[in-house]
């Protein structure tokens, strides 16, 4: 894959930062690097060259930020429509990053992403959820930006909560340390997944069966990344890494790995990392894993990692109710129609009602436009809700 045109465009305040942290890593050289903020300040901060930066909004906002507003961070996002399609111009593979649960990057990140669909660019989504402490407001609107906005349009989503930080920080650790300890632990998991891309030289990561994992299902992960050289490590390099991804802030604890449904492991070294290492330390990492768990793995070297290596795992674990609903809709197609003879207690094991995920959808920056009314009604209220009609989740009869 062309190296130029694998690009991590961060967005909001968290995204910049992760992007500038990048800037300052040698490794990640080979990237396209870009920011998008609506906040000046932060954008600035970042350090990224003035043709990657883009201040959305300017005219409207004057570089004021959303203040949270995720209707206002919409609006400056999509004002900037055909500047981001000149800067996406050519990419072959799209990283965006960033935290939700405040405007420009819950609001601007669906703009985004819709900008890429139309560019045909593969789009990946590496996110985190606010700490609980940050209030129940800025949650949900991380929850409904992934929910509503993202899984279903998104080629995959890595959702990441900040509070699996807490399985390993001390209760005293001041909480400007604990954002920096989130952004820098992005950051490490953003150059790990661009790496095998970028190179795929050794053991190429299936990015189709990537994509088929994480597509379209509610999952919950959480991120390790561990790294070792030959000058600290010695001939223990394989063990130390696996040893400090199993201490990762991100990662949420050791069990992690083993009780997760689904597992993505890369590895990055140098050009010295051989195939018979690369075995090694991944089947070391393969050991963590329960044997019915999905298992990914990806490996790559390059110059700049030079007696160094990075150990970085993905745990999936889906959720249990997305996985009864697929598994009810696979049952209803793989097997025929059952007749009137069909015993009753068949019925009772697979004949629950399925129940459609009726639920409003916001109208976005048109939330203030004037109402499409017939009669006394809106129309754009969906009808079930108008007038009040109950969802029947009942059980189908037996005949």
């Known amino acids: 894959m062309d190296q130029k045109k694998i690009t991590v465009l961060g967005i909001g305040g968290s995204g910049c930062r992760i992007v500038g942290i990048l800037k300052e890593n040698p490794l ?87 900008v890429a669909r139309k560019l045909e660019i593969p789009t990946l989504f590496v996110v985190t959820l606010p700490f609980t402490l940050e209030g129940h407001s800025r949650r949900k609107i991380a929850e409904d930006t992934v929910k509503n906005e993202l899984l279903g349009l998104a080629d995959a989503v890595i959702c990441l909560p900040n509070d699996l930080l807490f399985s390993v920080l001390e209760s005293t650790t001041p909480l400007s340390n604990a954002f920096k300890l989130a952004d820098q632990e992005l950051s490490r998991t953003v150059l790990a997944l661009t790496m095998v891309l970028l190179h795929g030289n050794l053991l190429a990561a299936d990015f189709g069966s990537f994509i088929t994992l994480l597509k379209k299902k509610k999952s919950f992960c959480s991120i390790g990344v561990g790294i070792a050289s030959g000058e600290i490590d010695a001939g223990k390099r394989g063990e130390a890494a696996m040893e400090r991804l199993l201490q990762s802030p991100l990662l949420g604890g050791a069990d992690k790995l083993g009780a997760a449904d689904a597992v993505i492991v890369t590895l990055l070294g140098g050009p ?22 999905q298992l990914i793995v990806g490996a790559a070297t390059g110059e700049e990692w030079t007696d160094k290596i990075l150990l970085a795992a993905i745990t999936v674990k889906f959720d249990a109710e997305s996985e009864a609903s697929e598994l009810l809709r696979s049952s209803s197609v793989s097997h025929p129609r059952r007749t009137r003879t069909t015993s009753p207690a068949a019925h009772a094991v697979d004949g629950d009602q399925l129940t459609l995920p009726l639920e409003p959808v916001s109208k976005g920056v048109m939330e203030r436009g004037p109402q499409v009314k017939w009669g006394n009604e809106e129309l754009d209220i969906p009808t079930f809700k108008r007038r009040n009609i109950a969802i029947d989740n009942g059980k189908r009869g037996v005949e």
């Open 272 to 293: 010295e990392l051989s195939l018979g290492e690369s075995r090694q330390i991944l089947e070391l990492a393969a050991r963590q894993v329960k044997p019915e768990a």
């Open 28 to 114: 990640a050289a080979p990237l396209r690097l870009i920011a998008i903020d609506s906040d000046v300040a932060g954008l600035e901060a970042c350090g990224l060259e003035e043709s990657c930066r883009l201040l959305a909004g300017e005219r409207w906002r004057n570089g004021r930020g959303c203040g949270g507003n995720v209707i206002d961070g919409q609006r400056v996002v999509a004002h900037e429509r055909t500047h981001i399609e000149k800067l996406l111009d050519g990419v072959s593979f799209l990283l965006v990053v960033g935290g939700l649960g405040r405007g420009t990057a819950s609001g601007g990140m669906p703009v985004v992403l819709s």
